[in-house]
């Protein structure tokens, strides 16, 4: 790889850093939020290098030409190949680097999330009275939290509204309301799921807003209780722009 494409390539890598973290929200695809500011520093460092290798390349001298020699010493038998030019290996650095221009790759959805157990929850000793509004809006790790671990059982008999994206059961019966949750990145995803029974059949990755009561099963305010929902309503919602955190549940859409 010549010098010149060696700037191109700074220099896309660049653009499709700030494409997908200043103009637009691709990154949080990716990574958490926190995260962007670096992201835009790194795209705008990049574009900076290609600038400064470009301009040292148009200096006079600056280029690739190699040195005439009126011959070779010993030292230079068998090293007659370019020592200045990247590894062949270096052009597949162009496909990530478009990709972030013209073709982000998708976001985590239920193709993950249905072969990776659910997230487990962190040991909670005291929990907050539940607010006297009906349904309760929830995230899906404190309806968890307080189906297993709440010694009040106060989650007993409460409608709860959730909201997630669809994932099927893999052993194909029924399914499961999901959010994924980003400690960094897309490399360590975790997510929390909730079984719903009831309610109509809803299309893969699918967000919707679920209306209902705890499930039955085990001994509840203990592990032996499902993370379970008997759905009242399931409506469709828009895709939050950060889908990556188990936040309360959305407004749903009309």
Request: net charge neutral; glycine share 8%.
């Amino acid at each position: 790889m010549r010098r010149p494409l060696q700037v191109i390539l700074l220099v896309l890598i660049g653009l499709g850093l700030l494409h997908a973290s200043l103009f637009t929200d691709l990154c949080l695809r990716y990574v958490k939020e926190g995260m962007r500011p670096l992201l835009i520093a790194s795209g705008v460092l990049l574009l900076l290098l290609g600038a400064a290798e470009a301009w040292s390349y148009r200096r006079p001298g600056g280029g690739d030409e190699r040195p005439e020699h009126g011959g070779h010493d010993d030292s230079d038998r068998g090293h007659d190949h370019d020592h200045s030019t990247a590894p062949r290996a270096a052009w597949l650095l162009f496909l990530p680097a478009l990709s972030l221009l013209f073709y982000a790759p998708p976001a985590l959805g239920a193709y993950t999330a249905s072969r990776e157990a659910p997230k487990a929850v962190t040991e909670q000793e005291h929990f907050d009275p539940l607010p006297a509004t009906s349904p309760v809006p929830m995230t899906l790790t404190d309806f968890t939290s307080r189906v297993q671990q709440d010694s009040e059982q106060a989650i007993k008999g409460r409608r709860v509204r959730m909201t997630g994206f669809v994932t099927p059961d893999k052993q194909g019966d029924g399914w499961y309301l999901t959010r994924t949750i980003f400690l960094c990145c897309a490399a360590d995803a975790q997510f929390v799921k909730v079984r719903i029974h009831g309610g109509p059949a809803v299309r893969t990755n699918t967000w919707v807003s679920v209306t209902g009561t705890w499930h039955p099963g085990g001994t509840l305010g203990t592990r032996s209780a499902p993370a379970a929902l008997d759905a009242d309503t399931v409506k469709k919602v828009a895709r939050p722009v950060n889908a990556y955190e188990d936040a309360l549940p959305l407004v749903p859409s009309r």
